[in-house]
């Protein structure tokens, strides 16, 4: 059953890192959204301000948001970051407290 665990992470990209950090982070959902667990993995990017972007996430469970932590892509997302973001990324998690749209 799904428990409305939502994590939202703004991430900004170096100066003229926007289309290197666009294509790790594209890399990244493609992975993650195959993890149990996953419900969306979805990446966003400013209209105003093409550095910036918005990274998505439901998870099943608070289990499954931790394994997603220690998976292997993370990791090296985790590594690579230092060379491309501006600052660390920042992480939110939120839990949902409206009912699903459609009642699922």
């Known amino acids: 059953m799904r428990t ?3 994590v939202i992470a ?3 990209a170096k100066a003229g890192m926007q289309q290197q950090v666009r294509e790790v982070l ?9 993890e149990k ?3 969306n993995y979805d ?3 400013s209209q ?3 550095r910036e972007f918005v ?3 439901n998870w099943e469970s608070a289990a499954d948001l931790d394994a997603h932590a220690r998976s292997a892509h993370l990791q090296a997302f985790g590594k690579a970051a230092g060379q491309l973001l501006e600052r660390p990324a920042e992480i939110t998690k939120w ?8 009642g699922k």
């Open 4 to 6: 409305g665990l939502t």
């Open 10 to 12: 703004f991430i900004t």
């Open 26 to 34: 594209l890399d990244l959902v493609a992975q993650t959204r195959q």
């Open 37 to 39: 667990g996953c419900v």
């Open 43 to 45: 990446l966003h990017q």
């Open 48 to 50: 105003d301000n093409p």
């Open 55 to 57: 990274m998505y996430e």
């Open 95 to 102: 839990n949902m407290v409206s009912d699903l749209a459609g």
